[in-house]
């Protein structure tokens, strides 16, 4: 009983926190910033607002019998892709709607705010019922990166930041590849706390010995793919990859512009020169699956990413994150409380490093890895049309980037997105 009142009042901070996080990233916006959709795959803010809010009441009619919605309309335009509740509203028309409004989003938003504190306050949840609100939370959590990405794509630096942290100072050091000896690996999740459903079951894996690099790829090593003609030879690329970079006249990562002989790109900290010790971002998977082949390296698969991310060879233990089992603080890694709203340089988080000395791994831009994302052996779904409904097609990714919530990353976690998206913050490291 003690525990689970403990996780009850967890579940209630971390739900205050993350409600003020939400209203806190849009709070320097104009009105009319919430309306606009500036390109099919991102979502107005307004829509993120109400989204998280209509999550949150799915969740209470799994919880509540008769649950009654706060409004047909609402569900409709708020539904992402939950055939369950009905025919969602289409995702790139998003911007075309004028209704709800957006002062009834904020309405919204509070009232379920009040809501689902007056639930958590004062009745008695058992495990199962917190497990939801703690995954509600947890989607919060995704929707704010998502929002960070959005934000990037419609207003770069004309964002206004409320918090904007100075850039670390990195020890550079050269990146180099780290042997890591195979046999077998338990990959997945092994702590009590909130994970989703596609983190467990734990279970074993053969690996072979690798190498994996001890930091990201940078945008110099980057540049020197595309200078070398990477984009413009069909060896390097999967043939769908080839397809798409000739049709969408891909020739560099997503915001980068050629200008007078110069790499120059446009995201919060405004239009400047490639940082050429960042690692590189917004690449998509087919665009870090060609470097590799360039490079002769190859992508790490998840099981290899975990392993050189939290496996402790010495003490012949895992851990949750590369450096231990403490939660990240900003001396670890570059997470969303960072409010850093860029990649810092790589060598600029020696504390975060893993127990292998693989840097960076927790935050800054997401990792792609060669892996198909599928259930692993014995998956069990936990929340119907969340995760399972997408083990087709897709990509893992691992590690978080400067745009995740610090509560909803850890070792075990992974993300995925379609082979040609990259308005996120994707980079990658490789593998031998
Ligand atoms: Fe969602």
Redesign the pocket.
Known sequence: MATVSRQKSILLKQFNETRARTLSLVQTLEKDDFVVQTAPFMSPPKWHLG??SW?LEVVMSKTISNYEFYSQEFSEYLN??YHQFGEPHDKDKRGLATRPTVDQVFEYFHIITNKITGILQNEMLDEKIQQLFFMAIN?EC??QE?LVYDLQHLLADRYRPLTKNPLPTPSLQESTSIKINGGLYIMGYPGDQFCYDIELPEHKVYLDDYKIDSYPITNKQYMKFIEDGGYDDFKYWLSDGWDKIQNEKWNAPMYWEKIDGEWMTCDFLGKRKINPNEPVCHVSYYEAAAYCKWANKRLPTEAEWEKAACWNEKKQIKTIFPWGNESPDPLHANLLESYLWNCSEIGAYPNGKSHYGCHQMIGDVWEWTSTEFSGYPKFKTGFSEYNDKWFANQKVLRGGSFGTPSISIRGSYRNFFRLDERWLFSGFRCAE
């Open positions: 989204h998280v999550l992402s892709y989607h995704q929707h998502l």
